[in-house]
């Protein structure tokens, strides 16, 4: 580890030199992320249940020192806030956005309509027969409306609908899908707003830059505004790997999605050191397999040479996203430290990965100065 150790070493010494500087710019004197990203775009983080109910408390001070956006890892999902029809649990929810107003971040509220951690319930009648559209879009109407309606002026934006898309372009044949149809998503988007007409309303997916992927999300975003509905922004969960996709792939669903004229945010970043378990994998959560150790390379520490490329490749993704920042309007972690990351056991249980900006024992990687010092010498985007 002596490489990394000598690169962490020398960055902390230039991290003290800046802050302690009293001459220096502003820009030059960045102590954390958010102050060097602050003209650029957001720089977020999502927080597990541990964070929300103030058990871990590490990871906390990095969320308040570091990032200026919050959002939900999965509190506000659907089988959370309602496991029951007409009985919410706003607890961990009410707890998240306190947070984020107590500490002046961008709050985003995670997700209101996913096919994924949706009660079961929702779908179904007593006997457990599937429901009519005319039911479906009154849960789905009841549901959006009490908990957007709940948090109405306090949430700056929301995914209104999750992974609607496949790789290939096709309509996921979610139940969502099966009983409403195309119909689900520019209803979802219609209550949402009805809901809290200030409120952004966002699509998000992964796998974003895959051409069939990107082009069949355009098209919808087309659509709904076609048909008059407000959507803002198109969520790249960018769950990558250090082999794909590249910086160019990226680039260019980054300026479709801006060219279809929404805002484009990388709502879920995180990058995976570990193997694919097969070639055409994505990030369904559904996607479970037996546990093998080929796929399981670096069970207690990060070699030099894989923790040198993941720091390459995690320097240009966000050179890119200085470049693109008349585009990018948030680039959110999705997690705190490499601890959290639900990289870990996905898609099977026993895998350690390192995908983040902050190690387990709670310290920044290398590639915090340097995401610093790239929007130090790099030219601010005029207007952000």
Same mark, same amino acid.
């Given at each position: ?9 020398? $960055? ?17 004197? /960045?102590? /954390?992320?958010? @102050?060097?990203?602050?003209? !650029? ?30 959002? &939900? ?36 509220? $995670?997700?209101?309509?996913?096919? /994924?951690? &949706? ?18 879009? +009154? !849960? ?7 908990? %957007? ?5 306090? #949430?700056?934006?929301?995914? %209104? ?17 099966? #009983? ?11 209550? &949402?707003? +009805? ?25 919808? %975003? ?7 509905? !407000? ?28 060219? &279809? ?6 709502? @879920? ?9 097969? !070639? ?20 207690? %520490? ?46 099977? *249980?026993? *895998? ?7 190690? *387990? ?16 010498? *790099? ?6």
């Amino acid at each position: 580890m002596k490489i990394l150790t000598t690169i962490f070493c020398f $960055h902390l010494i230039l991290s003290l030199a800046c802050c302690g500087n009293p001459k220096a710019s502003d820009k030059e004197a /960045s102590c /954390s992320l958010k @102050e060097a990203l602050g003209d !650029r775009f957001h720089i977020g983080a999502a927080l597990n249940i541990n964070q929300i109910r103030g058990y871990d408390t590490a990871s906390l001070k990095i969320v308040q020192d570091q990032f200026s956006s919050i959002v &939900a890892e999965n509190c506000m999902k659907s089988m959370y806030l309602q496991p029951e029809e007409g009985r919410f649990f706003f607890d961990d929810a009410d707890k998240f956005v306190a947070f984020g107003e107590q500490n002046d971040m961008l709050i985003i509220g $995670h997700t209101l309509i996913w096919h /994924s951690q &949706a009660p079961s319930w929702f779908f179904t009648d007593d006997r457990g027969n599937d429901i009519s559209p005319e039911i479906l879009k +009154e !849960r789905m109407k009841n549901h959006i409306y009490t908990v %957007v309606g709940r948090y109405k002026g306090r #949430i700056h934006g929301w995914d %209104v609908v999750n992974e609607a898309i496949l790789d290939n372009g096709e309509w996921r044949k979610s139940k969502f899908y099966e #009983i409403l149809g195309e119909e689900f998503i520019p209803l979802a988007f219609q209550y &949402a707003h +009805e809901a809290d007409p200030d409120a952004e309303l966002y699509y998000n997916d992964y796998n974003e830059w895959i051409g069939e992927k990107r082009d069949a999300i355009v098209d919808l %975003v087309k659509t709904l505004k076609e048909k008059g509905l !407000r959507v803002d922004g198109v969520g790249m969960q960018g769950h990558i790997g250090v082999n794909n996709p590249s910086t160019d792939e990226y680039r260019s669903a980054i300026d479709a999605y801006a060219a &279809a004229g929404v805002k484009v945010m990388i709502t @879920e970043f995180d990058m995976s050191v570990l193997p694919s378990p097969r !070639r055409d994998f994505g990030a369904n959560i559904a996607d479970t397999e037996q546990f093998r150790a080929e796929m399981n390379p670096y069970p207690d %520490v990060l070699p030099d040479s894989v923790a040198m490329r993941w720091h390459e490749k995690m320097v240009a993704y966000f050179t890119l996203f200085l470049d693109q920042s008349d585009k990018i309007s948030r680039v959110t972690m999705w997690g705190v430290t490499d601890r959290d990351s639900w990289k870990n056991d996905f898609p099977m *249980r026993g *895998r350690t990965d390192y995908p983040l900006l902050f190690d *387990r024992k709670y310290q920044p990687k290398p590639i915090v100065r340097d995401i610093m010092d790239a929007a130090a010498t *790099r030219e601010s985007t005029p207007g952000k």
